[in-house]
């Protein structure tokens, strides 16, 4: 379990398991439970909405006395089975689980979770099929059957009860979906009636993006479309899962527009002269610094991939074929 955890952490995570420090707030008719490593297990937000950290930031909402929705269920099945272990003693349980996307990091837990509560499992319908047959999520980033080194980090099938369409009420409570999709095809957000916003990857953290060496994107033109949706998505608080909680997301979602930008004009001053993907990404680690095992080499090559098709896409850089190999430039050819 450990070696997994670890594995999970360097590639999904580049370079730091960032933990929440942030202060429990404890207002009267607030859920409290016990502490972990220093840290509170459950944090309070607002209202019934709360956070906790399996690996990622994690959304509860208390439904009522006994019952919790929980939105994405992280990865560090030790957090996890202590969570569930306080919630059991305290006679509680988490009914109904979201999975805003099928990474593993969002969803590696899941299986625990609802083998224990008997929990109701939701999801979108394209990722409803990546959570329920997980070695699809070696395609992202290998077009054939995934080795072991990508079978090693994925997350265990897990039956979905639900495919969420639209807005989900429980119990007359009433949780909004937001379409995020770029990140993942059919990446969702969750917005409780406390007008707290789990934005799931549709975009980190500023001290997250401040320490991560390259993001991973499935198709950014969805992407930074779905960023600039967002900014006039109002909410009183914004959770992503990997960062801290916030209230001004207009300011966040630029600096991960900004920081893909570095990204983009790093590589287009890579390519005066014509490279293929692999002499990219050998300069490329070499430029930011990435310590690559097997299993981090394949997703940051699928992060570069999701960049270079983007600049392609966008007229920024040309690609060519000469011997079988792909060609990126950031010229275009001269028509003789």
Known sequence: MKKTEHQLDSIYRLPV????????????????????????????????????????????????????????????????????????????????????????????AAGFIKKSFDTLLYASDIERQFIEHPHLMGLFVNPSYPFKAILDIRHRPTPVDHTLTSDLTIDNITFKLVDLKGHSPNMIGIITPDEVFYVSDAYVGIDYLNSTKILYSYDLKSDFETKDNLKQVGASYYLPSHGELHSDHIQVIDENITYYNRHFQMIISMLRTPLTADGIMEQLVDQIGITTNLSSALITRGCLAGMLTYLVSNEKLQVRVHKGNLYYSNFKKTES
């Open 17 to 108: 398991l960032i933990e929440c420090k942030t202060s429990y707030i404890l207002n009267k008719g607030t859920y409290e439970i016990n502490q972990w490593n220093g840290e509170h297990m459950i944090k309070h937000i607002h209202g019934n909405t709360y956070q906790t950290n399996l690996g990622i930031n994690v959304m509860l909402y208390r439904l009522n006395e006994k019952e919790w929705l929980m939105v994405d269920a992280g990865y560090d099945l030790d957090k996890a089975k202590q969570l569930v272990r306080h919630l059991q003693q305290d006679d509680q349980k988490i009914s109904h689980l979201i999975l805003t996307h099928a990474h593993s990091d969002h969803c590696a």
